[in-house]
Nanobody
Framework: QVQLVESGGGLVQPGGSLRLSCAASGSIFAIYAAGWYRQAPGKPRELVADITNGARTSYADLVKGRFTISRDNAKNAVYLQMNSLAPEDTAVYYC???????????????WGQGIQVTVSS
Protein backbone atom coordinates (compact mmCIF):
# COMPACT_ATOMS: atom_id res chain seq x y z
CA GLN A 1 0.00 0.00 0.00
CA VAL A 2 1.07 3.54 -0.69
CA GLN A 3 -0.25 6.53 1.22
CA LEU A 4 0.27 10.23 0.61
CA VAL A 5 -0.14 12.29 3.75
CA GLU A 6 -0.43 16.05 3.52
CA SER A 7 0.22 18.52 6.30
CA GLY A 8 0.74 22.21 6.90
CA GLY A 9 -2.63 23.65 5.95
CA GLY A 10 -4.81 25.87 8.06
CA LEU A 11 -6.07 29.40 8.49
CA VAL A 12 -3.82 32.32 7.61
CA GLN A 13 -4.33 36.05 7.17
CA PRO A 14 -3.97 37.70 3.78
CA GLY A 15 -0.31 38.30 3.03
CA GLY A 16 0.75 35.40 5.20
CA SER A 17 2.59 32.19 4.36
CA LEU A 18 2.08 28.47 4.69
CA ARG A 19 4.19 25.48 3.75
CA LEU A 20 2.42 22.34 2.65
CA SER A 21 4.13 18.99 2.89
CA CYS A 22 3.24 15.70 1.23
CA ALA A 23 5.00 12.51 2.25
CA ALA A 24 4.58 9.21 0.47
CA SER A 25 4.87 6.10 2.59
CA GLY A 26 4.71 2.38 1.94
CA SER A 27 6.44 0.20 -0.58
CA ILE A 28 8.04 2.65 -3.03
CA PHE A 29 10.76 2.00 -5.58
CA ALA A 30 10.97 5.49 -7.07
CA ILE A 31 8.98 8.70 -7.37
CA TYR A 32 8.82 10.66 -10.58
CA ALA A 33 6.80 13.78 -11.37
CA ALA A 34 4.76 15.39 -8.64
CA GLY A 35 2.34 18.25 -8.35
CA TRP A 36 0.02 20.26 -6.19
CA TYR A 37 -3.59 20.87 -7.19
CA ARG A 38 -6.35 22.82 -5.53
CA GLN A 39 -10.11 22.91 -5.62
CA ALA A 40 -12.21 25.79 -4.39
CA PRO A 41 -15.94 25.36 -3.66
CA GLY A 42 -17.95 25.20 -6.86
CA LYS A 43 -14.84 25.15 -9.05
CA PRO A 44 -12.97 22.37 -10.83
CA ARG A 45 -9.68 21.07 -9.52
CA GLU A 46 -6.77 23.00 -11.01
CA LEU A 47 -3.05 22.44 -11.23
CA VAL A 48 -1.09 24.86 -9.05
CA ALA A 49 2.48 23.70 -9.57
CA ASP A 50 4.39 20.65 -10.67
CA ILE A 51 7.94 19.38 -10.56
CA THR A 52 9.66 16.78 -12.70
CA ASN A 53 12.01 14.05 -11.57
CA GLY A 54 14.82 16.39 -12.60
CA ALA A 55 13.39 19.18 -10.43
CA ARG A 56 12.16 21.30 -13.32
CA THR A 57 9.18 23.29 -12.11
CA SER A 58 6.17 24.98 -13.61
CA TYR A 59 3.43 27.11 -12.07
CA ALA A 60 -0.06 28.33 -12.79
CA ASP A 61 -0.02 32.01 -13.73
CA LEU A 62 -2.03 32.94 -10.64
CA VAL A 63 0.68 31.69 -8.27
CA LYS A 64 3.88 32.51 -10.14
CA GLY A 65 6.28 34.44 -7.98
CA ARG A 66 4.38 33.55 -4.80
CA PHE A 67 4.48 29.75 -4.58
CA THR A 68 7.49 27.45 -4.76
CA ILE A 69 7.33 23.70 -5.25
CA SER A 70 10.22 21.50 -4.15
CA ARG A 71 10.96 17.85 -3.47
CA ASP A 72 13.14 15.62 -1.33
CA ASN A 73 13.57 12.29 -3.09
CA ALA A 74 15.29 10.72 -0.09
CA LYS A 75 12.15 11.36 1.97
CA ASN A 76 9.67 10.69 -0.86
CA ALA A 77 8.27 14.12 -0.11
CA VAL A 78 7.01 17.14 -2.01
CA TYR A 79 6.52 20.62 -0.61
CA LEU A 80 4.66 23.79 -1.55
CA GLN A 81 5.82 27.05 -0.03
CA MET A 82 3.04 29.60 -0.35
CA ASN A 83 3.78 33.27 0.26
CA SER A 84 1.71 36.43 -0.10
CA LEU A 85 -1.46 34.41 0.28
CA ALA A 86 -4.72 35.98 -0.81
CA PRO A 87 -8.35 35.05 -0.12
CA GLU A 88 -8.63 33.62 -3.63
CA ASP A 89 -6.04 31.02 -2.69
CA THR A 90 -8.57 29.47 -0.32
CA ALA A 91 -9.16 25.89 -1.41
CA VAL A 92 -8.52 22.26 -0.60
CA TYR A 93 -5.02 21.44 -1.77
CA TYR A 94 -4.11 17.98 -3.06
CA CYS A 95 -0.72 16.51 -3.78
CA UNK A 96 -0.18 14.10 -6.62
CA UNK A 97 2.87 11.89 -7.05
CA UNK A 98 3.66 9.59 -9.92
CA UNK A 99 5.58 6.66 -8.53
CA UNK A 100 6.63 3.10 -9.06
CA UNK A 101 6.18 0.58 -6.26
CA UNK A 102 8.52 -2.08 -7.60
CA UNK A 103 11.35 -2.13 -10.12
CA UNK A 104 9.23 -3.98 -12.70
CA UNK A 105 5.85 -2.56 -11.79
CA UNK A 106 4.06 0.26 -13.63
CA UNK A 107 4.31 3.88 -12.61
CA UNK A 108 0.99 5.40 -11.61
CA UNK A 109 -0.45 8.48 -9.96
CA UNK A 110 -1.33 8.62 -6.30
CA TRP A 111 -3.30 11.35 -4.56
CA GLY A 112 -3.29 12.76 -1.08
CA GLN A 113 -6.50 13.15 0.88
CA GLY A 114 -6.53 16.91 0.55
CA ILE A 115 -5.84 19.64 3.07
CA GLN A 116 -7.75 22.84 3.67
CA VAL A 117 -6.08 26.21 3.21
CA THR A 118 -8.15 29.21 4.25
CA VAL A 119 -6.96 32.77 3.74
CA SER A 120 -9.07 35.21 5.68
CA SER A 121 -8.79 38.13 8.04
Amino acid sequence: QVQLVESGGGLVQPGGSLRLSCAASGSIFAIYAAGWYRQAPGKPRELVADITNGARTSYADLVKGRFTISRDNAKNAVYLQMNSLAPEDTAVYYCNINLRRTVLGPARDYWGQGIQVTVSS
